[in-house]
């Protein structure tokens, strides 16, 4: 089992609100076609969920946002996921789309519901679900990212390798060198570093990555512009990016 999150800073143009990047996407989804084990697809908002969350000043903390910044967070979520949906379709690819409200209640996973993703996933099918504004309870809601929803999938399904897929080539030890760290047991790198020189988004990565590999598992970061390094690292061990081994 293996699992995929495909970032929103692929997936999307984060500079120009509501602009998939339709022919990248492509490209991911045709690698993606030759992967031959069960594996789940997660993934992020870009300019689509992130643009609006932003406009209605909603964020991961419950609160009492907006209904219709929720309902409009919601709506833009459906239009990126039927873009994933329709490019693995056209790729032969059979995708079964889950909303988190599928397998999460408020805050919480329904274990028996995260469950049944490893055998939708054994089908033949492949599970595809995204970060998305989600009900709490109370009249509040909250932004649920893709990356915690790779930490919440992790914990249950134990993937053998876990993939952010990123528009960089990975974690570099230094921005402006971009030297690039391939392995992150000998690094000594900590969160506190991502902070000073990329998104909030590359920072949240990290932490939930090293939530996962903290569950002995191998998580990796790779380029998704060179989609071939995906199915490198699944059919060949072949790492071209930043792995972060189970530990
Ligand atoms: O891009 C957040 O998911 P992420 C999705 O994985 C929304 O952080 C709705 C902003």
Excluded: C
């Excluded at 690819?93 to 919480?108: A, H, I, Q």
């Excluded at 402006?176 to 392995?183: E, G, N, Q, T």
């Amino acid at each position: 089992m293996i699992l995929i999150k495909l970032g929103g800073s692929i997936i999307t143009n984060k500079e120009r609100p509501l602009s998939p990047r339709v022919s990248t996407i492509n490209k991911i989804t045709s690698q993606l076609k030759k992967i031959r084990e069960p594996y789940v697809i997660v993934h992020g908002g870009g300019s689509f969920g992130h643009y609006w969350s932003v406009k209605y000043d909603m964020h991961t903390k419950p609160a009492r946002y907006d209904t219709r910044g929720v309902a409009i967070v919601k709506n833009s979520m459906i239009q990126l996921d039927k873009i994933i949906l329709d490019s693995l379709v056209r790729n032969r690819v059979s995708p079964y789309s889950l909303p988190p409200t599928d397998f999460m209640s408020g805050n919480r996973p329904i274990p028996a519901k995260v469950r049944e993703i490893k055998k939708i996933a054994e089908s033949g099918l492949v599970p595809v679900t995204f970060g998305d504004a989600l009900w709490y309870g109370a009249k509040k809601s909250y932004i649920l990212s893709g990356d915690r929803i790779m930490s919440i999938l992790a914990k249950v399904l134990r993937p053998r390798l876990s993939i952010f897929v990123l528009n960089v080539d990975g974690l570099y030890s230094d921005f402006k060198s971009k030297k690039l760290i391939y392995d992150m047991r000998g690094s000594s790198f900590s969160t506190q570093d991502v902070a000073m020189d990329v998104t909030g988004g590359m920072r949240r990565k990290v932490e939930e990555a090293t939530r996962i590999s903290r569950m002995g598992l191998k998580v990796f970061f790779v380029n998704g512009n060179k989609p071939q390094r995906i199915t490198d690292a699944i059919q060949k061990n072949k790492f071209e990016g930043t792995l972060f081994r189970g530990s």
